[in-house]
């Protein structure tokens, strides 16, 4: 699928269509398939994928600007990491409309998922100086947009997709070091709030990239031998958020450490998150997910407890050059839809299927 799409990190499901949504994404020593702008539709026919370029953003009147290095293996390349290209992808309830972060002017593109064109695509300026924009989620008839001011903040925007206007959820959170144009390995994590989600109870999960992850770059070992990227919870608390309070409280989700030594790395998220809807947990990716170092796949934490549930290994060993402990995942996603069939105020749906369909894909 790489070979189709190239680096993509945005993902989403037209359950109506059975078809999934991708984004272009900039990162060190892996390639773009159809340039930094683009968005792929990837369609199942019943036995086999088949991938396509959906969109380019520069097409339908984006303005994207410009990679100022496209050599991979060249270090410069991962300086652009968060600067340019596209962020994540939710789709509209209703699946008409597809939203996608366009990292290098800070804007909300609307698109429709039919036949988009320059006329009917959409493009709303995320406000704020500095920011970078990257994380969505459409959630309870909004989409809420994280932004990070590197060293500084991350923030979490609401958008009203109606009205067209963003407000602030006055949640605030440490964004550590400042990012740089050469990588830094060793020091405090230069944060990136790279997605959002929602618990059954309605409170925030927040996934923080550490951009060493995307950005690192060494031509002596070209291998990645630590990074600390982080998950938070922010309790919903009538109309406002609070942030867990990691001064006087042991982190929530405390088990996102490499079980064979915690010590040496006590944070292994690796910046996506998908809560599973009425299951009480959510999955993150991870690096060193279970024994084996440099290693990546998923855990699963219970959002009323915070503990470890359990745990997948996807990729192990991978001590080659390029890959190591960088990240290797982008949005994890479920495949499975909302029901189709609703009968007055009921909605009828095989859970156990539904269920079980949601754990192969992701556990
Ligand atoms: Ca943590
Ligand atoms: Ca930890
Ligand atoms: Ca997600």
């Not at 972060?101 to 064109?117: D, M, Q, R």
């Not at 031998?225 to 919870?233: A, N, S, T």
Request: overall charge negative.
């Amino acid at each position: 699928m790489h070979g189709e799409t190239g680096s993509i990190w945005g993902l989403a499901w037209k359950s109506k269509t059975q078809e999934i949504f991708s984004s272009a994404f900039v990162k060190q020593y892996s390639g773009l398939k159809a340039g930094h702008d683009a968005i792929f539709r990837t369609v199942f026919n019943g036995t086999s994928y088949t991938t396509s370029v959906f969109a380019n953003l520069s097409a339908l009147g984006q303005n994207v600007g410009t990679l100022t290095t496209t050599d991979v293996t060249d270090c410069n390349y991962g300086a652009q990491v968060g600067n340019i290209g596209l962020g994540s992808i939710v789709l509209s309830p209703d699946e008409k409309y597809l939203y996608v972060v366009n990292i290098y002017n800070n804007t909300l593109v609307k698109i429709p998922t039919s036949n988009p064109t320059v006329a009917n695509t959409v493009s709303y300026q995320i406000p704020g100086s500095g920011i970078h924009a990257f994380a969505l989620k459409y959630y309870n008839n909004k989409i809420y947009v994280g932004v990070t001011l590197p060293g500084d903040v991350m923030s979490v925007l609401a958008f009203d997709p109606v009205g067209g206007s963003f407000s602030d959820t006055g949640l605030s959170i440490d964004a550590g070091s400042d990012w740089t144009s050469s990588p830094v390995v060793g020091g405090a994590p230069a944060f990136w709030l790279t997605d959002i989600d929602f618990t059954d109870n309605g409170d925030m999960l927040l996934s923080l990239s550490d951009r060493i992850g995307h950005m690192y770059c060494n031509s002596a070992t070209n291998r990645l031998d630590e990074q600390k990227g982080d998950l938070m919870i922010a309790y919903k608390n009538g109309s406002s958020w609070t942030l867990e309070d990691r001064s006087t409280n042991p982190e929530f989700f405390g088990d996102d450490h490499w079980i064979t030594n915690p010590t040496y790395h006590p944070e292994i998220t690796i910046g996506s998150i998908y809560a599973m809807p009425g299951l009480g947990s959510v999955v993150a990716t991870v690096f060193d997910p279970e024994l084996n170092s440099y290693s990546g796949g998923l855990h699963r934490y219970n959002t009323a407890t915070g503990k470890k549930e359990g745990s997948k290994e996807l990729y192990t060993r991978e001590t080659v050059t390029l890959f190591g402990k960088a990240t290797g995942f982008g949005e994890i996603i479920a495949t499975c839809g909302l029901p189709d069939i609703e009968i007055g105020n009921f909605v009828w749906f095989d859970k156990i299927i539904m269920v079980s369909k949601m754990l192969m894909k992701l556990v």
